[in-house]
């Protein structure tokens, strides 16, 4: 439970990033997702596992929409997948993966080409 109150925060703070026009809509979309799996039994570990990936999933792929620096994302990816993320960059490329271990995105650090690739593995 207190690592869902955890994420739901930083999702609510990282909804304060994007534009003034579309903050109401999101930050009550995330509370609604976030009540609808209020019940879900906390000894599931499969479940609460891709929970919390797709709450992250769905924050970068908004961060993304509104052109929001994933970087922002950093403390969520800790809550939501723990120390197991690693992040990779060889030369001018950087990758990313969470801890199921799928490439959740990929940039080009001397321009601002950047995409979401999600569950390749």
């Known amino acids: 439970m207190e690592k869902a109150l955890r994420a739901y925060a930083e ?8 534009p003034k026009e579309s903050r109401g809509y999101y930050a009550k979309y995330a509370r609604e997702n976030f009540v609808n799996y209020r ?9 609460l596992h891709d929970l919390f990936q797709r709450t992250y999933n769905h924050s970068i792929w908004l961060l993304h929409k ?14 939501c997948c723990g ?10 490329w950087s990758y990313s993966h969470c801890c199921c271990g799928r490439l959740y995105s990929a940039s080009l650090s001397s321009s ?8 390749l593995t």
């Open 112 to 119: 601002s080409l950047s995409l979401i690739l999600l569950c």
């Open 39 to 47: 019940d879900v039994d906390p000894s599931d570990s499969t479940t």
């Open 66 to 79: 509104y052109s929001v620096d994933d970087s922002a994302a950093d403390k969520l990816k800790r809550i």
């Open 11 to 18: 999702v609510l703070r990282l909804v304060r990033r994007l």
């Open 83 to 92: 120390p197991q993320s690693l992040s990779l960059s060889f030369g001018f």
